[in-house]
């Protein structure tokens, strides 16, 4: 049976440490907490749990933190989470089951990340990361921010996953901070560094200065495949919010230019067309969608919904505008597959059933 050192960097996290750490009982054997400067009593919820708790002054260098708690582990593998992750009773169950049976020659086990949910706490957005890491290999974290360790080696992709819960919103604008610190000392983004600073600047809908760096990330050519797919739907975004039809367009359809095309993309492609009213095309683009492959361990972003509920409510609404009354049920019902409890799924069946003839 492996052994794992769970790795924590963390700083005012008072409300959201203790739960976090409920959910790793039993799968961590050693547990490292470092703190960057908190005010609150997150140090003293710590120490009900562990007595390696290190003091890390903080530069404004995620990378550094984490490496620096990494440094201090013991066993067999190093776990990262972050304060307001948690280890839910399923994923708790596959981890532990993982721990008796895992390969002691893997080198990394890539976990899925829930950062987003529905009412009913299913995954909306989730994607895979490097998780447990094999200490005797010294891998380093790499990135001021949106830090990441390059996985090498053996490498598991396991059906456990960790979920991302936040009870209150974090400081909105650290990220970019620290992205035009960088650039203000004159360092030059790498083209992973260049893209989530982009993102950062969507987020903060600053779309011109964003347009700018992802006509840049892409044109260098130098960026990951997801990456890029992903850098052409922000694109498209920005576009849409400069009112420049043609360059949203042009920035989806780019995308197909790295690899087969991806639901997510299909459903921007399609609303695209829905917005103008152009229900025919809409439905092609949906239709798509509907039938692209969802993989998970591409590393890329995944929205379970495009592979299937999406597509198929808006196929409703696209035969229904088109005429076509009973397609428009059976894509709804489609719809209800995916999404039973769906609001729009069940107004779309009453207002059928009130209008049958």
Known sequence: MITISLCMIVKNEQDTLGRCLDSAKGIADEIIVVDTGSTDSTKKIARQYTQQIYDFPWNDDFAAARNFSFSKAQMDYCMWLDADDVILP???????????????????????????????????????????????????????????????GNIYYSDAGIAHKKLRPGDPDRNLRIYEKMLAEGNRLDPRQQFYYARELVFHRRWQDAKNILTCFLDDGLGWIENNIDACRQLAACCRALC???????????????????????????????????????????????????????????????????????????????????????????????????EAYQYNKQYFNATSK
């Open 90 to 152: 399923a994923d708790r169950l596959a981890l532990l089951e993982l721990k008796q049976t895992l390969d002691p020659q893997t080198d990394v086990v890539m976990l899925k990340y829930h950062t987003a949910f529905d009412k009913n706490g299913a995954p909306l957005y989730s994607y895979y990361r490097e998780r447990l890491l094999r200490r005797s290999d010294g891998f380093l974290w790499e990135g001021r921010v949106h830090e990441v360790i390059t996985p090498r």
């Open 244 to 342: 420049d039809e043609k360059g949203e367009l042009d920035a989806l359809l780019h995308s197909f230019s790295y690899d087969v095309p991806r639901a997510e993309v299909c459903c921007d492609i399609g609303e695209y067309f829905l917005r103008r009213e152009e229900w025919r095309t809409a439905a092609y683009w949906y239709q798509r969608a509907l039938e692209c492959e969802r993989s998970d361990v591409s590393g890329g972003f995944v929205l379970p919904d495009c592979y299937g509920y999406i597509p198929a409510l808006q196929l409703c609404l696209c035969c229904h505008k088109l005429g076509n009354r009973q397609k428009a049920m059976e894509y709804n019902e489609l719809a209800g597959q995916f999404k039973p409890d769906s």
